[in-house]
């Protein structure tokens, strides 16, 4: 069953700064899950996240925060789609 938790912080290293990040428990444990299936350290998978803030030139980008969930949520939005089976042929 669903409890929802409040956010925890973490520091994380980007592009040699640190900075906090507040996020809820598990979105920490997906992110972990995330960067492992690709071989990267958290910290690696977040600095990818946080470029992707400004690669919509935007003035004023969403909060690093906001910009892992929405990227979690999309990740798993085309899993989803991937393991969607093909309607039959002909339906």
Known sequence: MFHPQRAT????????????????PLFWE????AAAVRGL???ALVAQIDLTR?????LDPVNLA???RQW???ESISLI????????SGA
Do not use: M
């Open 9 to 24: 912080k973490r520091s994380v290293t980007i592009a040699g700064h640190e900075t906090s990040i507040a996020l809820e």
């Open 81 to 88: 789609a991937e393991a969607k089976p093909e309607p039959p």
């Open 30 to 33: 997906a992110l972990e899950q």
């Open 41 to 43: 350290p958290v910290n």
């Open 54 to 58: 400004y690669d919509a030139d935007q």
């Open 66 to 68: 906001s910009a892992i």
């Open 72 to 74: 979690l949520y999309a």
